[in-house]
Protein backbone atom coordinates (compact mmCIF):
# COMPACT_ATOMS: atom_id res chain seq x y z
CA UNK A 1 0.00 0.00 0.00
CA UNK A 2 1.39 3.43 -0.86
CA UNK A 3 2.47 5.60 1.89
CA UNK A 4 -0.45 8.15 0.44
CA UNK A 5 -3.11 5.81 0.94
CA UNK A 6 -1.96 4.68 4.32
CA UNK A 7 -1.84 8.11 5.87
CA UNK A 8 -5.79 8.58 4.57
CA UNK A 9 -6.56 5.52 6.49
CA UNK A 10 -4.21 6.12 9.32
CA UNK A 11 -5.93 9.55 9.73
CA UNK A 12 -9.75 8.51 9.49
CA UNK A 13 -11.66 7.55 12.11
CA UNK A 14 -12.03 3.73 12.46
CA UNK A 15 -15.13 1.56 12.86
CA UNK A 16 -15.46 0.29 16.68
CA UNK A 17 -14.59 -3.16 16.19
CA UNK A 18 -15.25 -4.58 19.69
CA UNK A 19 -15.03 -8.70 20.84
CA UNK A 20 -17.88 -10.12 21.59
CA UNK A 21 -16.03 -12.97 23.28
CA UNK A 22 -14.02 -10.71 25.90
CA UNK A 23 -15.09 -7.74 24.95
CA UNK A 24 -12.10 -5.88 24.38
CA UNK A 25 -11.48 -3.64 21.62
CA UNK A 26 -10.20 -5.55 17.96
CA UNK A 27 -6.98 -3.89 16.39
CA UNK A 28 -6.69 -3.39 12.42
CA UNK A 29 -3.76 -5.43 11.12
CA UNK A 30 -2.62 -6.77 7.61
CA UNK A 31 -3.09 -9.84 6.44
CA UNK A 32 0.17 -11.52 7.27
CA UNK A 33 -0.39 -10.68 10.73
CA UNK A 34 -3.24 -13.04 10.75
CA UNK A 35 -1.61 -15.78 8.02
CA UNK A 36 1.86 -14.87 7.78
CA UNK A 37 2.23 -17.44 5.61
CA UNK A 38 -0.02 -16.94 3.08
CA UNK A 39 1.90 -13.90 0.99
CA UNK A 40 -1.34 -13.69 -1.01
CA UNK A 41 -2.99 -12.30 2.02
CA UNK A 42 -0.48 -9.65 3.10
CA UNK A 43 -1.90 -6.89 1.89
CA UNK A 44 -5.61 -7.61 3.10
CA UNK A 45 -6.94 -6.03 6.33
CA UNK A 46 -8.57 -8.14 9.47
CA UNK A 47 -9.53 -6.75 12.62
CA UNK A 48 -8.09 -8.66 15.30
CA UNK A 49 -8.65 -9.56 19.14
CA UNK A 50 -5.62 -9.78 20.57
CA UNK A 51 -6.66 -11.17 23.94
CA UNK A 52 -8.45 -14.07 22.38
CA UNK A 53 -7.17 -14.74 18.90
CA UNK A 54 -10.69 -14.30 17.54
CA UNK A 55 -10.92 -11.98 13.98
CA UNK A 56 -13.02 -10.88 11.04
CA UNK A 57 -11.46 -9.90 7.24
CA UNK A 58 -12.56 -6.89 5.94
CA UNK A 59 -14.72 -5.97 2.81
CA UNK A 60 -12.86 -5.03 -0.47
CA UNK A 61 -13.55 -0.98 -0.82
CA UNK A 62 -16.38 -0.68 -3.38
CA UNK A 63 -18.92 2.20 -3.45
CA UNK A 64 -21.32 0.19 -1.42
CA UNK A 65 -18.72 0.66 1.88
CA UNK A 66 -17.98 4.14 0.62
CA UNK A 67 -14.15 2.34 -0.46
CA UNK A 68 -13.58 1.63 3.23
CA UNK A 69 -11.19 -1.09 3.24
CA UNK A 70 -11.99 -1.40 6.98
CA UNK A 71 -15.75 -2.96 7.21
CA UNK A 72 -15.46 -5.68 8.84
CA UNK A 73 -17.22 -8.40 7.01
CA UNK A 74 -19.27 -9.83 10.02
CA UNK A 75 -18.64 -9.88 13.88
CA UNK A 76 -14.90 -11.51 15.00
CA UNK A 77 -14.89 -15.42 15.06
CA UNK A 78 -13.39 -17.30 17.07
CA UNK A 79 -11.68 -20.65 15.34
CA UNK A 80 -15.36 -22.75 15.92
CA UNK A 81 -17.26 -20.06 14.54
CA UNK A 82 -15.02 -19.84 11.17
CA UNK A 83 -15.56 -22.77 10.22
CA UNK A 84 -19.62 -22.52 11.12
CA UNK A 85 -19.49 -19.68 9.17
CA UNK A 86 -17.87 -21.43 5.94
CA UNK A 87 -19.59 -24.39 5.96
CA UNK A 88 -23.20 -22.14 5.93
CA UNK A 89 -21.58 -20.10 3.27
CA UNK A 90 -20.68 -23.46 1.42
CA UNK A 91 -24.32 -25.07 1.45
CA UNK A 92 -26.08 -21.63 1.05
CA UNK A 93 -24.43 -19.66 -1.62
CA UNK A 94 -24.87 -22.83 -4.04
CA UNK A 95 -28.51 -21.87 -3.97
CA UNK A 96 -27.94 -18.40 -6.20
CA UNK A 97 -24.32 -19.02 -7.32
CA UNK A 98 -25.57 -21.66 -9.42
CA UNK A 99 -29.06 -20.11 -10.32
CA UNK A 100 -31.67 -21.55 -8.46
CA UNK A 101 -32.60 -18.33 -7.02
CA UNK A 102 -30.96 -14.72 -7.13
CA UNK A 103 -29.02 -13.75 -4.61
CA UNK A 104 -31.40 -11.20 -3.61
CA UNK A 105 -34.12 -14.19 -3.70
CA UNK A 106 -31.80 -16.55 -1.33
CA UNK A 107 -31.26 -14.30 1.45
CA UNK A 108 -34.69 -13.29 1.01
CA UNK A 109 -35.92 -17.01 1.27
CA UNK A 110 -33.10 -17.51 4.26
CA UNK A 111 -34.19 -14.24 6.24
CA UNK A 112 -38.10 -16.07 6.04
CA UNK A 113 -36.83 -19.73 7.28
CA UNK A 114 -34.90 -18.49 10.08
CA UNK A 115 -37.76 -16.31 10.71
CA UNK A 116 -35.70 -12.94 10.86
CA UNK A 117 -35.83 -9.77 8.96
CA UNK A 118 -34.15 -9.29 5.47
CA UNK A 119 -31.45 -6.75 6.99
CA UNK A 120 -30.45 -9.25 9.86
CA UNK A 121 -29.56 -12.05 7.10
CA UNK A 122 -25.92 -11.53 6.89
CA UNK A 123 -23.66 -15.05 7.67
CA UNK A 124 -20.93 -12.91 8.63
CA UNK A 125 -22.88 -11.59 11.93
CA UNK A 126 -24.63 -14.88 13.27
CA UNK A 127 -23.16 -17.27 15.45
CA UNK A 128 -22.79 -20.45 15.57
CA UNK A 129 -26.09 -21.44 16.34
CA UNK A 130 -27.55 -19.68 13.81
CA UNK A 131 -25.16 -21.08 11.28
CA UNK A 132 -25.99 -24.62 12.27
CA UNK A 133 -29.75 -23.01 10.93
CA UNK A 134 -28.37 -22.09 7.91
CA UNK A 135 -27.13 -25.00 7.17
CA UNK A 136 -30.18 -27.03 8.17
CA UNK A 137 -32.82 -24.90 6.38
CA UNK A 138 -30.42 -25.30 3.32
CA UNK A 139 -30.46 -29.15 3.51
CA UNK A 140 -34.25 -28.68 3.47
CA UNK A 141 -33.89 -26.72 0.09
CA UNK A 142 -31.64 -29.22 -1.71
CA UNK A 143 -33.70 -31.86 -0.64
CA UNK A 144 -36.64 -30.87 -2.88
CA UNK A 145 -33.89 -30.47 -5.72
Not at 11 to 18: G, N, T
Not at 123 to 133: K, L, S, W
Request: aromatic share 12%; hydrophobic share 35%.
Amino acid sequence: MNTMKKALIDAKLLPKVVCHYCSQPAKLVSGSQIYPTRADLFDLKFWQCKPCGAYVGCHKPTRYNKFDPTVPLGRLADGQLRKAKSAAHLVFDRIWKDGYKTRSEAYAWLAANLNIELDDCHIGEFDVDMCNQVQGACASYWMTK
